[in-house]
């Protein structure tokens, strides 16, 4: 079947038409197995504009059209996860904190690997300028897990921890703070408030 090129292209934008209009760029950073990064990174942004997972009643092509986002350009972004780091540290940042949706332990961003580089750098950085930097590791996961990757992240060298604590609940944020082997600054991140609040 071939598509009509008006619809083929309704997803793709260059730079030039994209900065010369009323757009809100934004910029996705994705780390994922796909044989085809075009279609992802297509889905991607109809998702996060006009789109969902599944088609509803409510799609249209005039809707797409208008308000959907547009692809101007896909990179492929070497792993800096530490090098980031390091150079926010060194520029005298106070505090650095995973992002709230990152898993606590996944074996894409295994704890102990993010832990281990990142806390290596804040040495290097206090050796350097002899200011330390807090890395507040999410150690959010199911309630029965909590505990072990607060242990853990700190056994790995954390010098913060970080919990989504509107999703776990302040049970949880409590059990930690009240823990004696637990002697780290915890930041309850406010994540899912907007949900609350709207």
Not at 124 to 139: D, M, P, Q, W
């Amino acid at each position: 079947m071939i598509k009509k090129l008006e619809i083929e292209n309704i997803a793709h934008a260059f730079p030039e038409v994209a900065f010369s209009e009323d757009y809100i760029i934004g910029t996705f950073q994705m780390r994922i197995k796909t044989s085809n990064v075009e279609r992802l990174t297509l889905a991607t942004a109809s998702e996060q504009t006009t789109g969902t997972w599944i088609k509803v009643g409510a799609d249209s092509f005039e809707k797409q059209k208008r308000f959907g986002a547009k692809v101007v350009a896909i990179y492929e972004v070497p792993d800096a996860g530490a090098e980031i780091f390091y150079q926010a540290a060194k520029g005298g940042i106070d505090i650095i904190k995973d992002d709230e949706l990152l898993p606590a332990d996944e074996s894409f961003c295994p704890l102990k690997e993010r832990v281990t580089k990142f806390m290596a750098m804040e040495k290097r950085v206090f050796e350097e300028t002899g200011e330390h930097t807090l890395y507040s590791v999410n150690i959010t996961d199911r309630a029965d897990k909590i505990r072990d990757n607060a242990l853990r992240a700190i056994e790995y060298g954390a010098n913060s921890l970080m919990l989504n604590v509107y999703t776990v609940g302040h049970g949880a944020l409590q059990m930690l703070a009240g823990d004696p082997d637990i002697q780290v600054p915890i930041l309850a991140h406010v994540d899912f408030v907007g949900a609350y609040a709207g």
